[in-house]
């Protein structure tokens, strides 16, 4: 697999370069009988959206989303579904400049050096607008996790270094920055503006909770739950970290710290605590599901940068144009989409087993 | 694929349970004409093996590796390669007490609520002794990765919240707890035997890296190489986070700072700084790989907790037996075989591209 | 993986109903540099499309394939190839008497069965509509392979019981049944038309064979090229029958007359004879490679019919249309298709080993 | 994957060569409360066993197999099921004179082609004896069939080119051909004597039939259920030709003769006949499978034959010692685990849609 599928039981396969004339995704495995229409997949794309506020690249792509396949009278027929996005706004000659020179912090000296030829127009494959078609198949995997009770939720923890104080799930959607602490998202707008002005660009981490995941998803050894999330937020171009539970923060605790004391509850066991966030040996244990992704800052900023190009020799470079000076607020549908996505899929994987 | 198989071109398969019969390792994909003997394997599983210090568990394993196929006059042939560990020391009488309880911080319950059905001897299948598999198949790695110039090492960070100091690869097997730091290393004994005699258990952070990978590695999208780097090493048992560079220190960085720029070398071009620890848009850029987990304390402790049995009864249990107070030292040969299968795949996959 | 992806190296992902907006393919792992156009694919397509001769359904659709995405300035770039041809001719109102009918012979009852669903517009999924998805991913498989000096060639045998005399492949694209015998073709047309005429439908074999097949393709055991490309073959709806090389003769000639003496040729070796169709312990020999498929006589007939409809009671249905009386013809460059995918897979696989 | 693994859900990895230690396979995803022993496995093992009559190689292996994981006080525990057979009687001396020629047809060549080393001690892992691993896997298929009421059962319809006249399968275990006619066993074994005194080797034709079916197994276009079992069919080394239902005489049948009309029956459908042999559109349609194959006459015939060594030299060569002059008998049992494999894998598949 040359890297462009993902998932075994709901099985997502993308294509589409920034600047060619469309990004899409293939969905095969979709439940049979699942209510699907273009409105719920636009619902998530418009949470991802360029130009959904100030914070965001002021380029504006109105992400359409068509089915072509898959749903027949409003249900879903158990055969693939195609959704497909045509690019709209193609300013390739924005990146004219850049057709030889490697952009730092981007993947143009890695693609070269792996293909020897690269679509130098906004990254092309590596550009960020193939998540759109991440997103896309995510509404999917979210629909068939409300037939579950599983719900889904994004949200910024960190921007810039500021740290959301109070914990608001309300508050979300209200604020651009995507943040559970409506004060927190006030400083944190004001840091990205300042970032953006000084020609630079700023991260933050991302939390992915979870509620209502069965105890029993996920397999042992290789594809426990936490390797298969750490592998689908991993693949998000801007995540450099990832944590389950208590994460990074365990290194530093205690076994009688760390250690979840479980209860009983319905004939089985509940987590009393949570430092795992979910899993235990791979598999999840019924309480909620809880990752955070450490968000690098946007690689496109405007001051110069030394590189080199593709005759090897040194240049400067700035990247002008109209980039996302923090990633955060967009990333965050992303990253539910693939939490979404992976969920599903063990979903389906375990009703092979056969069991409740 | 139900989770014991990892890789494409480089394919393993383990099998085995803690009291078993054995554990053991098919690895599919291997080159022909490699020299391969069971004392190649054996080194790496000295490393991991219990009883190899005062900071390890007591038990003794002696873990002899036997390959029963896939070599032939000394030399693989192509086909593949199966390597049996037989179990030796069975005292599953120890376990005898956790037959029908849900030991806090193991997989008990998970499994349970997942199979219905589980082989309670010392975790069986989740077992940490899995992992003896996973360092065999990982020699077989680390021998194609040295044909090409690739070397991989891993190293203690931190434990029980102690963090090096100094950085002298020469320290690493000279100290029990393989800390780069040596001075670092005799606190860290102290703080692990402190954590034991009070019943407990202490955690750390690990590094590895590989130096010697060539540009071009990893594929965009979804198998990214850091993607397919956190699913091998968050499929190991401890690990609860995972990062790649800087991180989660990313997180608050300025792109100006985090961004690598580019020099000339041997006409194509050589990252300044390794912020991004050896990748870029998921493929190798040529500098060295930096990934890091966090390791969580162990969970078998003697310290009494609250739990619940299969029968639904809340129950209170102490983990006596012998049990690592702190497996940094042993999971660092673990992590490195599981970076090593890792980047064997991949320069297996990029030579399909037909590139150089 | 539900069904809709094929190939480890070259990953080909169909989607699209015969009745739905559109048919397509997403092809990952084509290697970069390939000239590529949407002509490249065209002429493939063309030979496949409905309407192209007296003896094909007189349906016409241009089935124009679109490039989204992969190609890029003429050149493959080695990331995803999305080809998208849109349905163009849609009658469904030819089908809405069927549409609780389950019509013999075809996947309407085994689908309604599977997934308690389906889109009874013409098949649905399950329609050759579909094929034309396989054939544009064909025609990127044959340009890697004429890369390598291998051609991939179809052409009937035997229609309606008449049998091929003589062999002449230039015959092949001259005649409307693209049989290798001229005086046999004419044959073939009566046939067809006479069985058209008694509302009924033919059947016939198709040989296909590969020039230029380096020895060393194909893997052992449960990946012999052989049982990949029965495998492709056999996932055309209309096979009932694969073999290679002597086939089902084998089964009747002693060891003696079956094994393909070796002659010394190039510093290694050549089969003298080729009862093994170009394959030895499933790997390739160097011999060209020669694969037979047994064509059923299509399901849409116009005679009537006893059957069942969704309420389970006893129906009786005349399918009238415009259907292929004999899909021989049309089913080459289908085949064609599907052991160019086999052979580029197998190729590129290959290329992983290191070997020249 | 390079070939040694096969399915998706009860997920077989096979190992060893013919003059090795040991033959042994993994079987992962094998569903958690399976009663299974040793002695399971043995009866099909015994069933393969060289040896076990007069008409079969004289060579004797006892073939013992031993559990290694996965089964936990008698029953399975999800994880996987590792199972090893000792090779016993090595007579690698045997083959000391084919230590550099190419066997013609065997696979001595294009392993040579393909690796560029072999073992070349009976095979190595081309050798038949790797079906021994097949069989234990198909072993645990079967038990998994049998607790839905599906029954595999094969036997030869043809040896030599006597076919069976009459068709009691009471007579498959009473006669050594395992042929439903018990007269034609008879003339079946006198022409197996009579080629092994002539230095030569005989072929046939093996059908196998899977009763107890549901509708719904198998998926849509590359998956269909003939295209699993033709792969997993053709996987066999001595197969060279499949067929389903009517096969390559579906070729010569007009479209109103081969589609099978539909029966009302239980509130669904019921084929009345079964041209079909069990599948449509990919899917099984709820009457018996019906597949069948053509079995070469084995390639070690001690007839002289001329071939070729390593330096590219023509030599002769005669392939004296016990080698089965027919290998239909042998195969039989190989060929059920084969298709019991593949059903069972597309049971665990379907369940996984949550369709009754």
Not at 243 to 254: D, I, Q, S
Request: hydrophobic share 40%.
């Amino acid at each position: 697999m040359p890297g462009s599928c993902f998932g075994e039981f709901l099985v997502v396969s993308t294509f589409g370069e920034s600047h060619g004339p469309a990004v899409g995704v293939v969905v095969d495995g979709v439940p049979p009988g699942l209510a699907l229409s273009e409105a719920d997949v636009q619902r998530d794309l418009d949470r991802r959206r360029p130009g959904q506020s100030a914070v965001t690249t002021a380029r504006r792509e109105s992400d359409r989303a068509e089915i072509l396949s898959g749903v027949f009278e409003g249900l879903t027929t158990g055969t693939p579904v195609a959704i497909l996005v045509r690019n709209e706004e193609h300013r390739s000659s924005d990146y004219e400049r850049f057709r030889d020179a490697f952009r730092p912090g981007h993947a143009d000296w890695s693609y070269h050096a792996k293909y020897g030829i690269r679509d130098w127009r906004g990254g092309g494959r590596s550009s960020g607008r193939e998540t759109a078609a991440r997103v896309a198949a995510g509404a999917i995997a979210r629909k068939i996790l409300a037939g579950h009770g599983i719900a889904v939720t994004g949200y910024a923890l960190e921007i810039a270094g500021i740290r959301a104080g109070s914990f608001d799930l309300a508050e979300v959607e209200r604020n651009p920055v995507r943040c559970v602490d409506a004060a927190a998202a006030g400083l944190m707008e004001r840091a990205i503006a300042e970032a953006k002005d000084a020609g630079d660009s700023v991260g933050g981490v991302v939390e992915v909770v979870a509620e209502g995941v069965p105890a029993g998803l996920g397999d042992p050894v290789f594809d426990k739950l936490e390797a298969l999330l750490a592998h689908a937020l991993m693949s998000v171009g801007a995540v450099r970290g990832f944590e389950v539970g208590a994460g990074f923060a365990a290194a530093r605790m205690r076994g009688s710290a760390f250690n979840d004391e479980l209860a009983a509850e319905g004939g089985g066991a509940r987590p009393v605590t949570n430092h795992a966030g979910g899993v235990a040996g791979g598999i999840s244990n019924g309480a909620p599901l809880v990752v955070r992704c450490a968000i690098r800052p946007p690689a496109s900023i405007s001051r110069p940068q030394r590189t080199v190009n593709e005759r090897g020799e040194p240049v400067e470079i700035s990247i002008g144009g109209r980039h996302d000076p923090c990633i955060v607020p967009r990333a965050v549908p992303v990253l539910e989409a693939m939490v979404a996505l992976v969920l599903a899929d063990r979903l389906l994987a375990q009703r092979s087993l056969g069991r409740p």
